[in-house]
């Protein structure tokens, strides 16, 4: 099988670093890589070029770290690989100074929540001085309080609301701001409204439907008709006498009954 010429899949990065702190460089490479070169401004670089400097390569990862740097240390930094079938080489900067503008290590992110959720937008942010955060909804800044909190965790600034509702929706930044500048990010938040369940209703059955449905059930049959009452507007009407014919008969009204008269001899 033949060896392939070394290729960066991590390259370096460019360092600004407070005058004073660490500075690491850092890349990573294919393998095999039987030689790993370090260079500042096109020449070798080694310990004794550059007293106090770290050097490792293990498993593919080639660093280099300045434990203290000074304005000396500014420059270009390189790494190169080299193996039977070739090089590869990766450069960056070195800056030392006594300030540093932010910057976003993380960024905040458009995000879609339900209705009473809890958001939570992150920041990352670096910069020397040490920026100060503020975060804003569609330009009005956001104070701390019960709703909206604002916390610190080392470089990560995070905004938290306890419960969203669909009037927080809209544009979100964050701004980062010290002695040498200012850096923005910019999200969108959408909260979504719950939706409003359908109201149950009741169907209300008369006793009349009630009634009708049974005589339906039993086979349509025609009701009894049921006599009227008397009226009470003529208490001095006789009443009506209907002859017995074997026994006793019921009257029109269905709360009294009449007997015939006995017939005079």
């Known amino acids: 099988m033949s060896t392939q ?3 960066f899949t991590q390259p370096l990065q460019s360092v600004v670093a407070l005058e004073g ?13 039987p030689e790993v070169s370090w260079f500042r401004d096109g020449q070798v670089l080694s310990a004794a070029a550059l007293p106090g400097v770290q050097i490792s390569f293990s498993d593919g990862r080639a660093v280099l770290r300045i434990p203290a740097v000074t304005a000396a240390h500014s420059g270009r930094f390189s790494v ?11 450069t960056a900067e070195l800056l030392v100074t ?7 290590l993380q960024r905040l992110q458009t995000s879609s929540v339900r209705q009473g959720s809890q958001v939570r ?13 503020k975060f804003y909804r569609e330009g009005a800044e956001i104070q701390s309080s019960a709703d909206f909190q604002i916390l610190q965790d080392g470089d990560l600034y995070s ?23 200012r850096a923005t990010s910019t999200c969108e938040l959408l909260v979504q409204e719950e939706p409003v369940p359908a109201k149950k209703t009741k169907t209300v ?10 005589i339906t059930r039993l086979g349509h049959k025609t009701p009894p008709r049921v006599p009227p009452k008397p009226s ?29 008269p006995t017939p005079t001899p």
């Open 98 to 104: 006594e300030t540093a503008p932010p910057t976003f």
């Open 232 to 260: 009470s507007k003529s208490p001095t009407q006789p009443s009506l006498v209907y002859k017995v014919t074997g026994g006793r008969q019921q009257s029109p009204s269905p709360v009294r009954h009449v007997k015939a």
């Open 121 to 133: 937008l992150n920041v990352r942010v670096t910069g020397i001085p040490t920026p100060v955060v």
């Open 80 to 90: 190169r690989a080299t193996n039977g079938a070739g090089q590869a080489t990766s």
């Open 21 to 33: 702190s660490a500075a690491t460089f850092e890349a990573q490479v294919s393998s095999p890589v």
């Open 205 to 214: 059955i008369s006793a009349s439907q009630i009634s009708q449905t049974r």
């Open 5 to 7: 010429a070394p290729t």
């Open 159 to 181: 905004l938290l609301i306890a419960e969203a509702f669909p009037e927080d929706s809209g544009t979100y930044s964050a701004t980062a701001t010290n002695s040498s500048g």
